[in-house]
């Protein structure tokens, strides 16, 4: 059983010493695995990168997985304020520039965080893009952190039959009609036939949130504190 594998690996780190953490979007998909955490290890961090641009309603369901899982979620923010976000023509980054705009405030804020461990747990899946259809379970990311993918050969359809076996919440846009859920100015509704992240970034290239491309090198692409004037 998959669920008794990502726990006989989570034991086999904790045994060798490493510590770990978690981080989460939560987003109806995110569900699956923030409850298989909760069961093996409650305490493990789960970090919430507070971008500052999302839904209301995903600060209030990641709340309500707080309570109803007992998770143990620590909030991220970027120290640059949101008026120093902006471009010459004071628009907000993640207009011209969305790959800084997830710079500032996704990775900078996680770069602390993986300074300090040794094994990154995220919910990514193969299914989900290109990029990560060329993951590995477990891969050197920055910072020679491990970065482990427990849900990488997990499906979509996985991913919905376990939360209807186990009876668990969805975030509420999903009965809006959205997909995939991120920031607000970077998410569209479902467009249904072009996959399941083809409503984040609508009409840019941007195609991939920064955690999973800057930060899956072993050798960091990026300055810590480098912000354009
Ligand atoms: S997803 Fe969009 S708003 Fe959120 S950090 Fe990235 S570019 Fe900025």
Redesign the pocket.
């Known amino acids: 059983m998959r669920i008794d594998t990502i726990a006989q690996k989570i034991e086999a780190y904790r045994n060798a010493g490493k510590r770990m953490f978690l981080t989460s979007s939560f987003q109806s998909q995110s569900v699956p695995l923030l409850h298989i955490i909760s069961q093996i290890d409650a305490s493990i961090p789960v970090y919430f990168l507070n ?1 500052g ?1 999302l839904f209301p309603q995903t600060i209030r369901f990641k709340n309500q997985l707080v309570h109803d899982f007992g998770l143990n979620v620590i909030g991220l923010e970027s120290d640059v304020a949101k008026i120093h976000q902006m471009d010459s023509d004071h628009h907000f980054f ?1 207009s011209s520039d ?1 790959d800084y ?2 710079h500032i ?2 990775i900078l804020p996680l770069e602390p965080i993986l300074m300090q461990n040794d094994v990154w747990i995220n919910g990514i899946r193969a299914d989900q893009n290109a990029n990560r259809r060329n993951m590995k379970p477990e891969q050197m990311g920055a910072h020679n952190v491990m970065r482990y993918h427990p849900m990488l050969d997990w499906t979509k359809q996985d991913v919905a039959d376990y939360r209807t076996k186990f009876d668990l919440p969805n975030h509420p846009l999903d009965a809006q009609g959205y997909d995939s859920i ?2 607000e ?2 998410t569209s509704k479902a467009f249904t036939d072009k996959g399941e992240r083809a409503s984040r970034w609508s009409g840019m290239k941007k195609t991939e949130c920064g955690l999973h491309t800057a930060l899956a090198e072993e050798t960091p692409q990026i300055k810590i504190g480098v912000l354009k004037k």
Do not use: D, I, L
């Open positions: 971008t641009f993640y969305p705009c997830c405030n996704k991120g920031c100015p970077c």
